[in-house]
């Protein structure tokens, strides 16, 4: 797989005339500002979440209570991968009443690629008219630049930032980041939403009670496993629930199994839940579903993903571009390429992107 994304990244290089967009990390395109996200695919997770946007919300509010209105307070939610984390952000985020108390709300999409520049820029992109085109003009400014925008775009405001997806584990880069936003000296409030896989960077962020995102119940596995897959049958219950059981409370776990046992018999649903793939140990952190998913993919299906490796985790894909790629390097048909993509997106490797026509790189 390693000299095969080589390759492919050295192939990509030489067709970068197809211009497909890059939005790693807190590019301007990947981290406009929507008042409503993309709903999610895990319908009913978000009907079992309510609970925990208001425990969210509730930490927030007691948090602010207790801090001074110029203080920045920091909530993080952590979980592992696939658990519902950025989900439950939005849920927050949206929240017709609680979202009434801001004056701006702004989503950053952090990525693996931690920027300070990046981020500032993006915040200050979102706030008005007036900050976008301050953005503009501050392209390639300093760190203290962009700190003393913040503060005169933010004064006397109430606002609420997500910093969605953070990776970043340097204390001094993370110090760094809740000093710029800190920007409270001109009566500005500021309450933050992160949401990481780590409980260390949890910590060194947060200015209130960590949120620990617990898994899905079982049952709440199957049923997402059941819409996924379009099984209603009742003498699939009693496999369904042990292949649930499975997931590890992973909504995304599920999805990837469900979409993965549409059509199938009773008896390959067996063969999925005798798997020797739940008794594997691995270090990559690659969910067992998603292993299976992909050991069970069509061949020319696993080339057109394994193409997707040159692009990072988050990065915004023009999907009419990542046809014609395909085509042009011999790996599809033309008249295929919507389909491999809607196959890829329902096996939770690909998701549907905020922005018109495009896909996220997700995995």
């Excluded at 085109?133 to 005169?152: A, E, F, K, T, Y």
């Excluded at 299906?301 to 042009?328: A, P, T, W």
């Amino acid at each position: 797989m390693k000299s095969l994304r080589k390759e492919l990244m050295k192939i990509n290089m030489e067709f970068g005339n197809f211009e497909i967009i890059s939005t790693q990390g807190t590019s301007t395109t990947n981290v406009q500002h929507y008042d409503k996200f993309e709903t999610s695919h895990f319908l009913p997770e978000v009907e079992r979440r309510e609970g925990e946007k208001q425990e969210i919300i509730n930490l927030l509010l007691h948090a602010r209570s207790n801090h001074d209105e110029s203080e920045i307070v920091i909530v993080p939610i952590y979980a592992l991968g696939g658990m519902g984390k950025t989900t439950l952000a939005q849920l927050v985020y949206n929240d017709d009443q609680f979202k009434k108390q801001y004056d701006c709300r702004i989503w950053v999409y952090v990525s693996q690629d931690f920027n300070l520049l990046k981020i500032g820029n993006s915040i200050i992109s979102q706030v008005s008219a007036e900050g976008a085109q301050q953005n503009r003009d501050l392209q390639n400014r300093g760190l203290q630049v962009i700190m003393d925008c913040l503060d005169n775009l933010l004064c006397n405001k109430k606002v609420l930032i997500v910093l969605d997806d953070l990776w970043e584990k340097d204390d001094t880069e993370l110090s760094k980041l809740k000093n710029m936003l800190h920007v409270g000296k001109k009566g500005s409030t500021i309450d933050v939403i992160g949401t990481t896989r780590e409980e260390g960077i949890s910590k060194k962020v947060s200015t209130s009670k960590l949120y620990k995102l617990q898994p899905l119940k079982d049952v709440v596995c199957w049923e997402i496993i059941k819409r996924s897959s379009k099984c209603n049958q009742n003498e699939f219950e009693w496999i369904g629930l042990d292949i649930a059981k499975k997931c590890g409370g992973v909504p995304l776990a599920a999805e990837a199994l469900g979409y993965m046992l549409q059509s199938k018999v009773i008896s390959e649903w067996k063969n999925i839940n005798d798997s020797d793939i739940w008794n594997e140990t691995s270090d990559d952190r690659v969910l067992p579903s998603l292993r299976l998913s992909y050991q069970r993919m069509p061949q020319q299906l696993r080339i057109c993903f394994s193409y997707c490796v040159i692009f990072s985790k988050g990065h915004n894909i023009v999907e009419n571009d990542l046809i014609h790629q395909r085509n042009v390097l011999g790996f599809i048909e033309t008249s295929k390429g919507k389909e491999y993509i809607k196959h890829l997106l329902g096996m939770s490797f690909l998701q549907v992107s905020k922005t018109p026509s495009y896909v996220t790189q997700l995995i």
